[in-house]
């Protein structure tokens, strides 16, 4: 009951808020439909056109059973990619909603243009691309992968945070932002390679929250690359004593 009454007043606001300014599209960015009365109910209508959700390529087919990435046809009967082949990594497996090439242009505007809206549509599509998968994980905590304070004071939002909050919404599952700080501000890591990444990231990572104790976890970011900024946060928390980590990100590449 109380969690019923919760999510009415959550539509409630979500709606006026999205009446005063409408939703956008996550690929066109022009605005959608996003309010109708249906038998005197206020819903949420479309999260995207039509015509632009077609455009978008989810992950599919044979995956590396550790990263995520699409392998290819000529890999898919690997079970993992180059990469995770190369470099022990510390999570245990990760998940990836969409192709890179597809979604990057509606994850930059995410992620740089304010478009914090966008987050209802990606979490939809986690749901409905994973949620049953996730839910049977038994994890305990959605981890959002922390910006420096700084960054973020300057941006306004942590895509990250955004995300995960939307994301656990849909999984029934809580979100700490809390638990994991940045301590220091990390060069872009667009501009590295792999080892700069990992040696860029060394020690940027701490523990926060040590009076609670995670047995699982699931660690959300917009894009994965190396894997150096998971296997960091992974690390910290295998410290902690958590036994099992996941991360899912929106957005993936193909292996290489």
């Known amino acids: 009951m109380l969690q019923k009454f919760s999510d009415n007043i959550w539509d409630l ?29 206020l819903i949420i209508g479309q999260l995207i056109h039509d015509n632009c959700k077609k455009k978008i390529k989810y992950v599919r087919g044979a995956t590396c059973m550790k990263c995520g990435k699409p392998l290819g046809q000529a890999d898919s009967s690997k079970e993992f990619c180059y990469d995770c082949n190369r470099v022990r990594h510390v999570y245990d497996r990760g998940f990836a909603v969409f192709d890179y090439r597809s979604i990057s242009g509606s994850v930059y505007k995410f992620k740089y243009m304010g478009r914090q809206e966008y987050a209802r549509f990606y979490a939809r599509a986690v749901y409905e691309r994973y949620g049953k998968a996730i839910r049977s994980l038994g994890i305990d905590a959605i981890i959002p992968v922390p910006m420096f304070k700084g960054k973020q004071l300057t941006r306004g939002y942590n895509q990250a945070e955004v995300l995960a909050k939307m994301i656990g919404r849909e999984l029934g599952i809580p979100v700490y932002t809390d638990a994991v700080v940045r301590n220091k501000n990390t060069l872009p890591m667009k501009e590295l390679d792999a080892r700069g990444r990992r040696n860029n990231l060394k020690k940027a990572f701490n523990i926060t929250r040590n009076d609670v104790k ?6 959300i ?22 036994r099992k980590i996941y991360f899912l990100t929106l957005a993936i590449g193909q292996t290489t």
């Open 13 to 41: 606001k979500e709606g006026v808020v999205t009446a005063i300014f409408p939703r956008r599209c996550p690929v066109c960015d022009d605005i959608v439909e996003s309010i109708k009365i249906r038998n005197g109910k």
């Open 214 to 219: 995670f047995k699982c976890i699931l660690i």
């Open 221 to 242: 970011d917009d894009i994965y690359t190396t894997g150096s900024t998971i296997d960091e946060i992974a690390h910290e928390f295998r410290i902690a004593g958590t």
